[in-house]
């Protein structure tokens, strides 16, 4: 075996944090973005290395600040797949706030059959007694922010916030556009197009959570 | 309440994973890959919405194969974060593989501390054991792509494919660069750049397990 020279990298996570937001500062002109809704923008940006989705984000002017003040008071977070619950960090939560996930449900099969859409959206079904106050965290699937839609005009009860990040060729733009245009007079943080995931669903969540790690002491 | 008109969209899972496909068929240029990458490729696209990935991609030629039939032989699958395990479709594995995720083993903490690296780094040197002839995702973190590559450097058995796809600002670029320039001669299949995440590291493993629904009977 040949000896290779050893690598350079960074190796202390408080100087990788620094240095991620640092860069994120300097290329996405934050200052466009109301304060409330800074932190959210950054760790957004953070979870994807994409600085240019900042230009695409759509929200309601109390969506950061109403979505912060839920977690507070201790409302659950809605998400619509496992990999969204996963990047919550549980320790962040300021109220050891619930995180569901209904899609593995296993009643979710035949709902769907008998909804006549995907899983994900009879995953949301399961939301009902939840959604009232709550965050809402999707990060995947289109279905799910479409049938949360005809819910709420269905008549439930409105979350606290939605973060709406379903990503994808088919639906993905659309259910955010509908989202965005806001009918329903919902708050709601989204990113237009097909980009979106999981990872920033969870950003999401965790920036209206805890904001910044240097906010936090 | 104003009584709102229904919304139209697709609701027909089959439906719109065809579309989908279809869509990165039509945009991604796909004919300038191998046809064992082409499955790969696809998912990649499908799970970031992001048709351009492609011409960003850095792979060895033999690495969906290799990592195929490592699969098929009942190799484990190591991720950097629960995210990446959560996006892996565990009924698509071919032989029940192991998904391992050592990033919360309580040894870990101690462990960077004793190694001057991150938890993430810390991880992989749990990792041992698993590493020979391993299909390895890594969707978060540069520093455990980095780690990988230096006990790779320190004579670690070899995994039969790396998927790398850490994500970010800081380390994101460089670890990726350092797999593609490939002095190891392991198989790999990487994103250049700062994007990546840990939905393309599971849309890589569950490439390289099932390829594309419609190659599924």
């Known amino acids: ?71 507070a008071a201790g409302a659950p977070v809605l998400c619509d797949c496992e990999m969204v619950g996963a990047g919550i960090i549980r320790r962040y939560l300021p109220t050891d706030n619930q995180v569901i996930v209904t899609l593995n449900d296993p009643s979710v099969p035949t709902l769907a059959k008998d909804i006549g859409n995907t899983r994900s959206a009879a995953a949301v079904e399961l939301w009902r007694d939840h959604i009232d106050g709550a965050v809402v965290a999707i990060g995947n699937a289109p279905t799910a922010l479409f049938h949360l839609l005809e819910l709420l005009d269905q008549g439930w009860a409105k979350p606290a916030c ?40 969870s950003a999401g969540v965790n920036a209206l959570a805890a904001g910044l790690p240097e906010d936090r002491t």
């Open 162 to 201: 939605i973060l709406g990040f379903p990503v994808g060729f088919v639906g993905a733009a659309e259910s955010k556009a509908e989202l965005a245009a806001n009918p329903r007079g919902c708050n709601f943080i989204a990113l237009r197009g097909r980009k979106g995931g999981s990872a920033m669903a």
């Open 1 to 71: 075996m040949t000896k290779r020279p050893p690598l350079h990298y960074i190796r202390e996570p408080s100087e990788i944090y620094a240095q991620s937001f640092a860069t994120v500062r300097k290329e996405a002109r934050l200052d466009r973005f109301d304060l409330s809704m800074q932190p959210l923008v950054t760790r957004l940006i953070h979870s994807c290395g994409m600085v240019e989705i900042a230009d695409r984000l759509a929200f309601s002017p109390n969506a950061a600040r109403e979505g912060m003040a839920a977690l």
